[in-house]
């Protein structure tokens, strides 16, 4: 037996709680996994409170994180006790998540933990900071280079935005930061943002086209936000767009890509090739300053990330949440 968070809709209704489950109930898969520690991402928020419908089939464990050591293994690529990481693959949505003290999976999902972090580094790392570093990754391979100027993150004090900010200065680029929490400007600074502004500056409708300012951008919230983001890049910038937080609409005019030449770039990390995927967590191990993820995270217990949902979709969570699932 161990124990998980479990989502259930029946008659009864949607509901989130932490039960103890038998072994046998696991879903197929080739690796088996005991899980030290998971995260709480946006997307694990919609599925616990029940806000957005990420869940495909019930009963379901959420959690698109997990961190842990492998139990079994048919899979040729890993034994027992390697130390593995997985992230995304439709985990949490269709098939048994993080948050559990157990999971099985395909093996082909999980990369090696890289030596550099301990297990509570990774998940502080999680998704997020790997999202994060695809979209460092993009602006790279789309030629934006430090002296090209500034950086926009969106969504700046949030898990994707808090390691894009600290990824980017610590690279070299200067970085201003979005955010709709004023009282979060000290923190953006102390990742290394140059400057804050504030959300109110890009979340209403604005002009086809504004002040070019922006080399480059990474993007975590769709909408009105990323059109304005769009509309003030710099002449052949590049616009990593990897987020819906602000709503999936795009109610953009065509001017950035026509007449100055803005590239938006596209980055999901659900189903990212395992190779990109290596490639994130080795850049991660070699880019990312360790010593930062103390401000970015805070850890909480199995039981917490229930009600940590709510406020996590209500923007009252700063950084990243670590869940130690055996807490």
Same mark, same amino acid.
Request: aromatic fraction near 6%; hydrophobic fraction near 45%; include cysteine.
């Given at each position: 037996?161990?124990?998980?968070?479990?989502?259930?809709?029946?008659?009864?209704?949607?509901?989130?709680?932490?039960?103890?489950?038998?072994?046998?109930?696991?879903?197929?898969?080739?690796?088996?996994?005991?899980?030290?520690?998971?995260?709480?991402?946006?997307?694990?928020?919609?599925?616990?409170?029940?806000?957005?419908?990420?869940?495909?089939?019930?009963?379901?464990?959420?959690?698109?994180?997990?961190?842990?050591?492998?139990?079994?293994?048919?899979?040729?690529?890993?034994?027992?006790?390697?130390?593995?990481?997985?992230?995304?693959?439709?985990?949490?949505?269709?098939?048994?998540?993080?948050?559990?003290?157990?999971?099985?999976?395909?093996?082909?999902?999980?990369?090696?933990?890289?030596?550099?972090?301990?297990?509570?580094?990774?998940?502080?790392?999680?998704?997020?900071?790997?999202?994060?570093?695809?979209?460092?990754?993009?602006?790279?391979?789309?030629?934006?280079?430090?002296?090209?100027?500034?950086?926009?993150?969106?969504?700046?004090?949030?898990?994707?935005?808090?390691?894009?900010?600290?990824?980017?200065?610590?690279?070299?680029?200067?970085?201003?930061?979005?955010?709709?929490?004023?009282?979060?400007?000290?923190?953006?600074?102390?990742?290394?943002?140059?400057?804050? %502004? &504030?959300?109110?500056?890009?979340?209403?409708?604005?002009?086809?086209? /504004?002040?070019? =300012?922006?080399?480059?951008? @990474? $993007? #975590?919230?769709?909408?009105?936000?990323?059109?304005?983001?769009?509309?003030?890049?710099?002449?052949?910038?590049?616009?990593?767009?990897?987020?819906?937080?602000?709503?999936?609409?795009?109610?953009?005019?065509?001017?950035?890509?026509?007449?100055?030449?803005?590239?938006?770039?596209?980055?999901?990390?659900?189903?990212?090739?395992?190779?990109?995927?290596?490639?994130?967590?080795?850049?991660?191990?070699?880019?990312?300053?360790?010593?930062?993820?103390?401000?970015?995270?805070?850890?909480?217990? %199995? &039981?917490?990330?229930?009600?940590?949902?709510?406020?996590?979709?209500? /923007?009252?969570? =700063?950084?990243?949440?670590? @869940? $130690? #699932?055996?807490?």
């Amino acid at each position: 037996m161990f124990k998980a968070i479990i989502i259930e809709k029946d008659d009864a209704g949607y509901r989130a709680s932490v039960k103890d489950i038998d072994e046998a109930q696991l879903p197929a898969g080739d690796v088996t996994v005991r899980v030290s520690h998971s995260t709480l991402n946006y997307k694990d928020g919609l599925a616990i409170t029940g806000r957005g419908p990420v869940v495909r089939k019930f009963p379901m464990v959420p959690g698109i994180d997990l961190v842990g050591t492998v139990e079994d293994s048919r899979h040729p690529g890993y034994q027992a006790r390697d130390a593995v990481v997985l992230n995304g693959w439709g985990v949490g949505e269709s098939h048994w998540g993080g948050l559990a003290q157990k999971a099985r999976l395909k093996g082909d999902w999980l990369v090696p933990l890289p030596p550099q972090f301990t297990p509570q580094q990774a998940m502080a790392i999680g998704t997020a900071g790997y999202t994060a570093m695809l979209c460092v990754l993009a602006l790279e391979r789309q030629g934006v280079t430090p002296d090209k100027g500034e950086i926009l993150v969106t969504g700046a004090a949030g898990g994707v935005g808090s390691v894009a900010v600290s990824l980017l200065s610590n690279l070299g680029y200067t970085v201003v930061a979005v955010s709709g929490r004023p009282a979060e400007a000290d923190y953006l600074k102390s990742l290394g943002a140059s400057e804050v %502004l &504030a959300r109110s500056e890009f979340s209403s409708p604005g002009k086809p086209l /504004g002040r070019e =300012r922006w080399a480059g951008a @990474v $993007d #975590v919230v769709g909408s009105h936000t990323l059109v304005n983001v769009c509309a003030t890049t710099k002449y052949r910038g590049v616009v990593a767009a990897c987020g819906l937080a602000g709503g999936m609409d795009f109610p953009a005019s065509v001017a950035p890509f026509i007449l100055r030449g803005v590239t938006l770039v596209g980055i999901d990390s659900v189903v990212c090739p395992r190779p990109d995927r290596l490639v994130a967590w080795q850049r991660l191990a070699t880019d990312l300053d360790i010593s930062k993820l103390d401000l970015i995270t805070h850890e909480i217990g %199995l &039981a917490e990330a229930i009600p940590m949902a709510t406020q996590l979709l209500d /923007g009252q969570v =700063r950084g990243r949440v670590v @869940v $130690d #699932v055996n807490a």
